[in-house]
C-alpha cells in the first residue's frame, strides 16, 4: 500500500498540474463502494486549475512533439514497467475505489499498461506519406503530425484502462494531456501519473484535475481553444453534451458511449460454451462495462437449456467485497446504481418476466446486488432498450435468425454484439447483418490493445487501441513542394 500513501500528504490526494502536485483549498472524499468507507480526500479544483492545466500541457508541447517517436517510446516503456513493478498496489487501490475483484483488477492493470506498450512500439512505425505527382515541377507529401493538447474525461469502470487507452497513443504520438478522472475514481489516476513521473515524463505532458463535480473543469477542457482534442468515454446523453460543447472551437473528438449489447444464441450453439461466454460477457466488472451484454437473444429450441444453465452459473456466482479471495461480483458503484437495476428487474417483473435467480439487493447488503437472470423478457420491458450497467441478465426468444439481427439491431445504439452458432454460413450472414463496431463470434470477451475499440450510432466517433487508435490523435498536413 506505500503507494496508495505515498499519493496523500496531510491526508489530502493532490493533483498533478505541470509537474507539481496541487491540492488547491477544497477537498472531496472518496469513498470504498464495498463499506461506504472513506478511503481518501482529494483535491477538488475547478475553473482555474483546469486552465493551468491546459497551459502546462500547452507549454510542454513543442518540447513533447520535436522528440523523436524512439524517446517518447522509451519513457513509455519505463512507465509501462513501473506500471508493472506496482501490479499489486495498484489493483489493491482499485479495487478500494471501485469494488472490482482484486484478479479482476490485476488483470485490468495488465490490459491498461499493455496500451502503453503497444503505442509506445506503434509510434515508431507511424508514417506519412509520398503521392504520384500530377505536375513534373511539384512533389506531394503528406505528413502526420500529433494534435496538439488533448483532454481525456474518463470513466469509474476502468480506472486505469481507459487512461491508458487514450492518453499512451495520444502521448506516444506528441501530444500532451489533462486527464479529468472520474470523482468515484482518482486514486488510480493519480498513482499512474506519479509513476509516470518516476518514469521521466517530462513537467506538463500528463497533466490530472481532479474535482467533485465534473461540469466545471469539463467546460474548460471543452471549451478552451487551446485544446486541440477531446477523448470522452461514459454515457450518451453525456457525451452528446460534451459534443456540443466541443462544437464551438470544432475540436477533435472521440466518444466511447454506451451500448445496449445482445448476445444472440441459436439452436446449433454449443451450449457450455455460449454460457461462459454469456457468464463472462454479462457480469464481468459486475456488469459495470458498456459492452457488458444488456441482452440475451435466444432461439427457440436451446432457449429452456440455455436460460437453465445460465441462471445454475449465476447463481454459485461468488459476491463479496473484492478483497476477499475467490469474489467474482463485487458491489455496485453507488446507490444510484442499484436502484436502476432494481427499477429495471421490478419493471421487467411487472411485464411478466420469470425471474430464476436474484432480483434484490444480496444479502451482504449496502451496493451488492444478487446476480439475476430473467426469463421470458419482452420488447416492451425498460431492458429492451435501456442499458442496465449491472448484473442483470434478462433473456429474449426469437425463432427465425432474421428475427434475431432484427431484435439487435432495434437500437440507437451500436457498440458490441455477440452471438454463438456453429454454421459457418450463418457466422458470415448475422456478422454482417448486425449494425454494430464489434462482434464476437462464439466469444463473449473481446477487448485487446491489438484491435479497434469502436462504437457506431450513438455508441460513439472515433477508435481506440489498435495502430487506428493512434492515427485518432494526429492530422494530415499535406505539402505541395513546386518549383523543381
Ligand atoms: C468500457 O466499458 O468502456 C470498456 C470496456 C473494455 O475495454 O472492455
Known amino acids: 500500500m506505500r503507494l496508495f500513501e505515498s499519493l496523500l500528504s496531510d491526508g489530502t490526494a493532490a493533483a498533478l498540474i505541470g509537474g507539481r502536485w496541487q491540492k488547491g483549498t477544497n477537498s472531496f472524499p472518496v469513498t470504498n463502494p464495498a463499506t461506504g468507507e472513506i478511503l481518501a480526500q482529494v483535491a477538488d479544483l475547478g475553473?482555474?486549475?483546469?486552465?493551468e492545466a491546459v497551459t502546462a500541457a500547452q507549454a510542454a508541447w513543442s518540447e513533447w512533439k520535436a522528440l523523436?517517436?524512439?524517446?517518447r517510446a522509451v519513457i513509455l516503456r519505463a512507465w509501462f514497467e513501473l506500471i508493472h513493478e506496482h501490479t499489486e498496489a495498484?489493483?489493491?487501490?482499485?479495487?478500494?475505489?471501485?469494488?472490482?475483484?482484486?484478479?479482476?483488477?490485476r488483470g485490468e492493470v495488465a490490459y491498461?499498461?499493455?496500451?502503453?506498450?503497444?503505442?509506445?512500439?506503434?509510434?515508431?512505425r507511424m508514417s506519412g506519406e509520398t503521392l504520384p505527382t500530377h505536375a513534373s515541377d511539384k512533389r506531394l507529401l503528406v505528413l502526420r503530425e500529433p494534435v496538439g493538447v488533448v483532454a481525456a474525461i474518463t470513466p469509474w469502470n476502468f480506472p486505469m484502462a481507459m487512461i491508458t487507452r487514450k492518453c499512451a497513443p495520444a502521448i506516444a504520438?506528441?501530444?500532451t494531456v489533462v486527464i479529468k478522472p472520474a470523482e468515484a475514481t482518482p486514486l488510480t489516476a493519480l498513482a499512474l501519473a506519479k509513476l509516470a513521473n518516476e518514469a521521466g515524463m517530462p513537467e506538463g505532458v500528463i497533466n490530472v484535475v481532479t474535482a467533485s463535480t465534473p461540469d466545471a473543469v469539463g467546460k474548460v477542457l471543452t471549451t478552451d481553444p487551446r485544446v486541440r482534442k477531446v477523448s470522452f468515454t461514459?454515457?450518451?446523453?453525456?457525451?452528446k453534451k460534451l459534443l456540443a460543447q466541443c462544437a464551438g472551437t470544432v475540436k477533435k473528438v472521440s466518444m466511447e458511449l454506451g451500448g445496449n449489447a445482445p448476445f444472440i444464441v441459436f439452436d446449433d450453439a454449443d451450449l457450455d460454451a455460449a454460457v461462459a461466454g454469456a457468464i463472462a460477457s454479462k457480469f464481468r466488472n459486475a456488469g459495470q462495462t458498456c459492452v457488458c451484454t444488456n441482452r440475451f437473444l435466444v432461439q427457440e429450441g436451446i432457449y429452456d437449456a440455455f436460460v437453465e444453465a445460465l441462471a445454475e452459473k449465476a447463481k454459485a456466482l461468488l459476491v463479496g467485497d473484492g478483497r476477499k479471495p475467490g469474489t467474482q461480483i463485487g458491489p455496485l458503484i453507488n446507490q444510484a446504481a442499484v436502484g436502476k437495476v432494481q427499477c429495471h428487474v421490478d419493471d421487467a417483473v411487472a411485464k411478466g418476466g420469470r425471474l430464476l435467480c436474484g432480483g434484490h439487493l444480496h444479502e451482504l447488503g449496502h451496493s451488492f446486488y444478487a446476480p439475476t437472470v430473467i426469463a421470458g423478457a419482452t420488447l416492451e420491458m425498460r431492458v429492451a432498450s435501456e442499458e442496465t450497467f449491472g448484473p442483470l441478465a434478462p433473456v429474449f426468444c426469437f425463432k427465425e435468425d432474421e428475427d434475431a439481427i432484427a431484435m439487435a439491431n432495434d437500437t440507437p445504439?451500436?457498440?458490441?454484439a455477440y452471438f454463438y452458432t456453429q454454421d459457418y454460413r450463418r457466422i458470415w450472414r448475422v456478422m454482417e447483418g448486425l449494425e454494430y463496431g464489434m462482434v464476437g463470434v462464439n466469444e463473449g470477451l473481446i477487448s485487446t490493445?491489438?484491435?479497434?475499440?469502436?462504437?457506431?450510432?450513438?455508441?460513439?466517433l472515433g477508435c481506440e487501441g489498435s495502430r487506428h487508435g493512434l492515427e485518432d490523435f494526429t492530422e494530415l498536413k499535406y505539402v505541395c513542394v513546386g518549383g523543381l
Open 47 to 51: 475553473e482555474q486549475e483546469a486552465r
Open 68 to 71: 523523436p517517436a524512439k524517446r
Open 90 to 105: 495498484l489493483a489493491e487501490l482499485m479495487t478500494l475505489e471501485q469494488g472490482k475483484p482484486l484478479a479482476e483488477s
Open 112 to 124: 491498461g499498461a499493455s496500451f502503453i506498450e503497444f503505442f509506445a512500439e506503434e509510434a515508431k
Open 173 to 175: 504520438a506528441g501530444c
Open 234 to 239: 461514459g454515457s450518451t446523453p453525456v457525451g
Open 413 to 416: 445504439f451500436g457498440l458490441a
Open 449 to 460: 490493445e491489438v484491435a479497434p475499440f469502436v462504437g457506431i450510432k450513438e455508441s460513439g
